[in-house]
């Protein structure tokens, strides 16, 4: 197995791709051989944790061309969004956790840079941003990142991390660079103007500035329909500077700063899904600040810091509703979520002679603050409040010379939720503990065996407590959610299996969860807002594979979730479809072109009240990416998506997908 040595936080945020298109005649690297690491800890792959883990890289977020951020899941077995194919309208599924119709946002965590990112909202998705972004994304499937991330994390993490200088400069020479990109698709008429430019002034220091503009039209379905309200207008951007100092420049210290902005008059109320709610002038600007500094202290195994600083806030303002409604949801308002984080981690290295252990210690301060204000005065189902929470963690990594690692870790999370001063309710006080043990034994150099065993509890939100109507009173007496997890897998790789230097390597997970004390909407008159039902089992299983030579390369993600109410049998509404998602392609090296044909196949589900249809879906995709000659610096991407413009609506989405769409994108790097 290619493997680097052990990682010290082998399940932490920020995780960054150090892995280049290999040179011919070496070995070729698959995406699960990609580093997963965190500063001041060693380094592994992908395919080497303990977790179901994968690392999408900047080829991965440019292939997609992609319009929202939830279509970049397509080869990452067992996450996909939920909601809508309008950018106003995605929020995430991780194995089954995350529904749209209950309060879910909440037990998947997602980070920009390291700040948690959070919204709630009736018709509206959890997560407002841009593709371009991003250099990288990370996902932790499952339970046992609550340790690192924070409690409550029943689905998993989905980390984002936004472009570096450094992707743009070459070499330590390199002072400045600008990137130019613009794209079309055909199918709403959509295209995208993109701006990078990256400079650095002195060896220390090195900044980038980003600026994106997205416009659409409504696109349509498979048979002609237009998606009414997916059209759009954005604008996004990000200003990032990176500073090293300290001896042999050791440290950094990195600022980064990232807005998305749309504006919409006379757009579909409902943005999860096509509603007879009329239509509404909305404006979302969301914003994210993170200050890191880094210590990884090289000649001190006691010292490995790692300090973020984190502001978030994520304004929804609405107006001029249409929808004849009376009720307070569409009168003249104003959403916001504003979050403040100081998340502190240090790793310790200690050493036998036939032991090393790498040992994690650290705590986070957040302080949430809701608003939700309307022309009708207070709305009592998007409760206003404050969520402040500290969290205290330790995980240890021990890794043995007989090729076992062994990496128990516990979390706890202190949390006080205090109502607006105009809502009924009581301050709430909450603790939430997380223990986990996972395990890695390296049978051979190229066949792991994995497994871990991990429990967490996601205390109710400010909605979950104090909703309430004319007709429900709040829920003061919820208990936390907890949910019990254990995984067992294997991972395989495979050098030279048809030709010299070729790579094959795949990882299977199972995964069972049992989810007791569920958080529920309850809409009969009289009684609270919300309740706990009593549990909830989900299991499956997860297949992650890639094949990567000189010529060609395929990538494989199949998911199969199931999960069912214990108390009456019926399949959870949150559960997805089962999946099959691969890619086959080439490439012609004397044209420097790639090229090849994506496959999604999904298999009909059917839950108490509905059932989904099974479909297949197709893709053709070519780029040409020369690297000499007057071309060089260029990359042009032309795709055909659902070549047989076949209709089809996910089981978790809120409408039909897209039909046939032709997109070409053309960048220049100068």
Do not use: C
């Not at 440019?62 to 970049?72: I, K, S, W, Y």
């Not at 909202?121 to 941003?129: A, D, E, I, K, N």
């Not at 757009?267 to 969301?286: H, N």
């Amino acid at each position: 197995m290619r493997r680097t040595p052990p990682r010290a936080h082998l399940l932490s945020a920020t995780a960054l791709i150090a892995i280049t298109t290999p040179a011919i005649g070496q070995d070729n690297v698959t995406p699960l051989q990609r580093l997963v690491f965190t500063d001041g800890g060693s380094d592994t792959v992908a395919i080497d944790t303990p977790q179901a883990v994968t690392v999408l890289d900047q080829e991965d977020i440019d292939a997609e061309q992609a319009t929202t951020v939830g279509e970049l899941f397509d080869l990452v077995p067992g996450v996909q969004s939920i909601g809508s194919d309008r950018p106003a309208g995605v929020s995430f599924n991780i194995r089954g956790i995350g529904e749209l119709a209950a309060s879910d946002e909440s037990k998947i965590i997602v980070t920009v840079d390291g700040a948690t990112k959070f919204h709630e909202q009736y018709r509206v998705g959890s997560f407002f941003s841009d593709p371009e972004l991003y250099r990288q994304v990370e996902v932790l499937r499952g339970p046992a990142s609550s340790t690192l991330f924070g409690s409550g994390a029943l689905g998993g993490v989905i980390n984002f991390e936004t472009k570096d200088p450094s992707d743009f400069l070459d070499g330590p020479d390199d002072r400045q660079a600008l990137r130019l990109r613009g794209q079309f698709e055909t199918n709403g008429n959509e295209y995208l103007g993109s701006a990078i430019y990256a400079v650095r002034p002195s060896e220390s220091f090195e900044t980038l500035f980003a600026l994106n503009y997205r416009n659409s039209d409504n696109f349509e379905d498979g048979n002609g329909d237009e998606v009414s309200g997916s059209e759009f207008d954005a604008t996004s951007g990000l200003a990032k500077g990176v500073l090293t100092f300290g001896d042999a420049g050791e440290q950094t210290l990195t600022g980064s700063y990232t807005i998305w902005n749309s504006e919409l008059d006379d757009t579909d109320y409902s943005q999860t899904g096509t509603l007879p709610f009329g239509e509404i002038d909305r404006d979302i600007r969301d914003q994210t600040a993170t200050l890191r500094w880094q210590n990884p202290a090289a000649a001190n195994p006691f010292l490995d810091l790692d300090v973020v600083l984190s502001y978030s806030d994520t304004e929804v303002e609405q107006a001029n509703a249409t929808s004849g409604f009376a009720s307070p949801l569409f009168a003249d308002s104003e959403y916001s979520y504003e979050t403040a984080s100081l998340k502190v981690e240090n790793t310790f290295e200690m050493a036998g002679g036939s032991w090393q252990n790498f040992l994690t210690t650290g705590f986070q301060l957040s302080r949430q603050e809701r608003i939700a204000e309307t022309s009708q005065g207070p709305l009592g189902f998007h409760p206003e409040g404050t969520d402040e929470k500290l969290g205290l963690y330790v995980q240890s990594e021990l890794i043995l010379g007989n090729g076992l690692t062994l990496i128990p870790g516990v979390r706890v999370d202190f949390t006080e939720l205090e109502p607006g001063s105009n809502v009924d309710g009581d301050d709430s006080d909450e603790t939430a503990f997380s223990p986990k043990l996972a395990a890695l034994y390296e049978v051979t150099d190229t066949f792991n065996v994995f497994g871990s065993v991990a429990m967490t509890e996601r205390v109710p939100t400010l909605d979950e407590l104090f909703s309430s109507d004319g007709n429900e009173p709040s829920s003061p007496g919820l208990d936390p959610e907890e949910a019990m997890s254990a995984e067992l897998g294997f991972s395989q790789s495979f050098l030279g299996v048809a030709t010299a230097g070729d790579a094959l390597d795949f990882k299977v997970t199972g995964f069972y969860s049992e989810i007791d004390d569920l958080i529920e909407r309850d809409d009969t008159a009289g009684t609270p807002f919300y309740r706990n039902v009593d549990s909830a089992t989900i299991y499956g299983i997860e297949l992650e594979g890639a094949y990567e030579t000189d010529r060609a390369f395929a990538r494989l993600a199949y998911s199969d979730v199931r999960g069912e109410d214990d108390e009456t049998g019926e399949t959870l509404e949150s559960v997805p479809a089962r999946t099959l998602a691969f890619t086959i392609g080439g490439r012609d090296l004397e044209r420097d072109l790639d090229f090849g044909w994506r496959a999604t196949l999904v298999d009909s589900i059917s839950y108490e009240d509905e059932s989904f249809g099974g479909y297949a879906l197709h893709d053709l995709f070519a780029t040409w990416r020369p690297d000499a000659g007057s071309f060089a610096g260029t990359e042009v991407r032309f795709s055909i998506e659902n070549v047989l413009d076949k209709q089809f609506q996910n089981s978790l989405a809120g409408d039909p997908g897209p039909g046939r769409s032709f997109a070409l994108t053309v960048s220049r790097a100068i």
